[in-house]
């Protein structure tokens, strides 16, 4: 079983930038696409970045493209997202997923993952 914990979020001010990070444990997560996903209170889950296991390919979402940037760590089990130029908009909880290990089905639906952290709060204020 994989546990994934993000750490990270937090209030900004717009224009602003914020890293959030997500270790694993349980098992490596080398073999795995990991993706970040967003939620508003009523909301449903929202696509934000994704970094197939290879960490060749990623996937952004057209409303942080340029902005937000998604990479990953596997000697030290952590996927990141570095989120530059925030806007109030961006604000969310904010989940880390991991897929199954060579996962190679579509890394943009959150049924492309099987584990997910408990959510790191990220706030941009006007």
């Known amino acids: 079983q994989v546990q994934l914990v993000e750490s990270g979020g937090g209030l900004v001010q717009a224009g602003g930038s914020l890293r959030l990070s997500c270790a694993a444990s349980?098992?490596?997560?080398?073999?795995?696409?990991m993706g970040w996903f967003r939620q508003e209170p009523g909301k449903e889950r929202d696509f934000v970045a994704a970094i197939n296991w290879i960490g060749s390919g990623t996937d952004y979402a057209d409303s942080v493209q340029g902005r937000f940037t998604i990479s990953r760590d596997n000697a030290k089990n952590t996927l990141y997202l570095q989120m530059n130029s925030l806007k109030p908009e961006d604000t969310a909880m904010y989940y880390c997923a991991a897929s199954t290990p060579l996962y190679s089905g579509n890394i943009v639906r959150p049924q492309g993952y099987i584990h997910w952290g408990q959510g790191a709060q990220v706030t941009v204020s006007s």
């Open positions: 349980g098992r490596p997560v080398s073999s795995s696409a």
